[in-house]
């Protein structure tokens, strides 16, 4: 089997998969739009001054024989987002909105599979937004069509979030693009899943989002791996009379449960519970501050994000809707046990008062409960660390990838 993967962006699991691919003999091409490599010229446009953002496409150096970029569109899209210029990256119908970003690269790779099946390529593999025309085109020549879907099917998202945009209509503005996605771009998402042979989900939320003509298909759910820290660190016990550190990392958005959150805040003793944000405003922090008060920290680098998880004592994410938040293994990672929705997609990390706890989504009270259950068991937090960082632990990449490559290279696929 010879795969081309392609991938706009290439986050840690699209990374994985294409280093997966290269290592089991699998890969014939990856695509993408921007792919830095030591000394090439998108490494060397990253050193100047604003454009330090370009080092985060940054790839293996043994990628860069199979790599092929088309950056203009993502190279638009960046500048107009620098630049404020919405109207150009507003959702589908900006010019360089990341609907146009996932098209542009689908398209054309749709245009090369022919000459690429005459050496060798036998399956393709995309993402949701970004497969159909490439699918359309390898059907029609007889290659596999290997679907990822990163966040639960759209039915479900959709409906759950029209429904939170009537619960907590005052936050519906912050729950996004999605749930604003035209008929046409839900229709696509629908052609795409139908199209696919195989579907790869990395959690088992995303798996029962799918309809159930979908389970006819072959799945490959395999877990992400848990980030990596290039700073080693051993868990200190923490003061246990100062107060309890909630800390909440994300967008800060009601599809990630913020609101819930904050009203859980509203039935604990503030005199003993601090809650910590980290995240991307949705909205100014004035329409947040005066909701609750709570200690805001404004997005940073990656190593600077674990130093703030290590000063806090407990991880709390109640979102709505996912695929798999990887910031909950990043958090384990750092010590910290977890509170958390089955909808994260990361229940498996959930051993009841060993690492954490899992509470209904929409329920502040269940929140509140927990985060008392931690106030009053302070003693056991360290322990609940440690465990919570073992189990993280246990996930890595290359079983994230070893397990995808291992089932399509199999015989029976």
């Known amino acids: 089997m010879k795969i081309l993967i392609s991938h706009p962006s290439g986050n840690s699991n699209v990374r994985a998969i294409a280093n997966g691919f290269l290592t089991q003999g699998l890969l014939y091409q990856f695509h993408t739009s921007i792919a830095v490599f030591p ?32 950056p203009v569109k993502e190279l638009g899209r960046m500048i107009a987002s ?30 090369k599979l022919k000459s690429a099946k005459k050496n060798g390529l036998t399956a393709v593999y995309a993402y949701e937004d970004g497969a159909l025309e490439t699918f359309m085109a390898a059907k029609k020549l007889g290659l596999e069509c290997i679907y990822d879907l990163p966040i639960a099917y759209h039915t479900l998202l959709q409906e759950l979030l029209h429904e939170e945009a009537l619960r907590k209509s005052s936050w519906a503005f912050t729950l996004g693009g999605g749930i604003n996605d ?46 990596f820290s290039s700073n080693q660190f051993e868990l200190e016990e923490k003061n246990n009379n100062k107060k309890l550190r909630i800390l909440f990392v994300g967008s800060m958005t009601q599809r990630k449960g913020l609101a819930d959150l904050f009203d859980a805040m509203q039935l604990v003793d503030p005199s003993k519970v601090e809650l910590v944000v980290l995240g991307s405003l949705a ?18 680098s990656h190593d ?11 991880f709390c994410l109640p979102s709505i809707v996912e695929g798999r938040a990887l910031v909950i293994q990043e958090a ?59 189990l993280a632990d246990t996930y890595s990449w290359d ?13 029976d696929n």
């Open 39 to 70: 000394n090439n010229f998108w490494h060397k446009i990253s050193k100047l001054k604003g454009l330090g953002d370009i080092s985060r496409r940054s790839f293996d150096s043994g990628l860069q024989a199979y790599t092929e970029a088309y």
């Open 82 to 111: 620098k630049l404020s210029l919405n109207s150009l990256t507003k959702s589908e119908t900006g010019i360089f909105c990341v609907d146009r970003v996932y098209q542009n690269l689908d398209k054309k790779i749709s245009k």
């Open 182 to 227: 035209s008929d046409q771009k839900l229709e696509r998402k629908k052609k795409e899943l139908e199209l696919a042979d195989t579907i790869v989900v990395a959690s088992d939320f995303v798996r029962q989002s799918l309809p159930k003509w979908a389970n006819e298909k072959k799945i490959i759910q395999s877990p992400f791996g848990t980030p």
């Open 283 to 300: 909205a100014p922090l004035s329409f947040y501050s005066d909701q609750i008060k709570f200690t805001y920290e404004p997005t940073r």
């Open 304 to 314: 600077k994000v674990l130093e703030l998880m290590r000063s806090c004592d407990v």
């Open 332 to 390: 384990m990672s750092q010590g910290l046990p977890i509170i958390i929705t089955a909808n994260t997609g990361a229940e498996d990390l959930i051993v009841d008062e060993e690492t954490g706890f899992l509470v209904p989504i929409r329920n502040p009270e269940a929140i509140a409960e927990k985060i008392n259950w931690f106030l009053t068991n302070r003693s056991k937090i360290f322990q609940m660390g440690k465990k919570a960082k073992q």
């Open 399 to 411: 079983s994230y990838a070893n397990k995808i490559c291992s089932v399509l290279s199999s015989k």
